[in-house]
């Protein structure tokens, strides 16, 4: 057993010798072509690769040009798959295939859930409309895509706020409903078109 040992030390002696010599013997030293600063590390892309880019790039142009297109047509849907109540709610994902914002032309289908209440725990309500008094009606157009504003009553005593912001490289698109009353609702979810 003890010659075992001493076995077992001399090994572990020489191990720990010979480990930062074979780590060390790693490091460039200042003749390496890892030092030169010409050295290039990216390989040459094959031609198979190459045209993969930019196919990609001609099918992102052509997806943003196609989201574009449908924000100017003003015939779209916003189909949102989760939302909270602001400042700081809970967020809520939506599988109702029903809920949608839908723009045609100077007049829109709501089909919301909307958080109403002056303080928590606030109401959960469902407005299930189409309106045509669509004021301040603006579509601008901004550095990631779109801005899409309108305002509305809704047959209250309430003005509504409806902000819709759009992102042209993703499709993706957030919604805000915001009043003088109740909470901001904030809405995600993407854009669709309606032929």
Same mark, same amino acid.
């Given at each position: ?11 572990a002696t020489l $191990? ?20 030169? /600063? ?12 190459l045209e993969r ?26 189909? /949102? ?5 602001? /400042? ?8 109702? /295939? ?26 959960l309500q469902i ?7 669509? $004021? ?60």
């Amino acid at each position: 057993m003890k010659k075992f040992l001493l076995l077992f030390a001399i090994v572990a002696t020489l $191990a720990a010798l010979v480990v930062p010599i074979v780590v060390t013997s790693n490091i460039p030293t200042e003749n390496s072509a890892l030092m030169d /600063p010409t050295h290039k590390r990216e390989k040459q892309l094959s031609a198979n690769h190459l045209e993969r880019i930019e196919k990609r790039k001609a099918r992102q142009a052509a997806y943003e040009h196609f989201i574009d297109s449908t924000v100017l047509s003003h015939h779209y849907r916003f189909v /949102p798959t989760m939302f909270n109540v602001e /400042p700081a709610g809970s967020s809520q994902l939506i599988s109702n /295939p029903s809920i949608e914002l839908a723009i045609y032309g100077d007049w829109a289908d709501i089909h919301l859930p909307i958080y109403q209440g002056f303080t928590p725990p606030y109401r959960l309500q469902i407005f299930n409309t189409a309106i045509t008094n669509l $004021a301040n009606f603006t579509t601008i157009e901004t550095d990631n895509g779109w801005t899409i504003s309108f305002e509305s009553w809704l047959f209250s005593s309430n003005d509504y706020t409806f902000t819709l912001e759009v992102y042209s490289k993703t499709g993706g698109a957030n919604l805000s409903i915001s009043s003088s009353f109740y909470p901001t609702t904030t809405f995600w979810g993407s854009l669709y078109p309606v032929y």
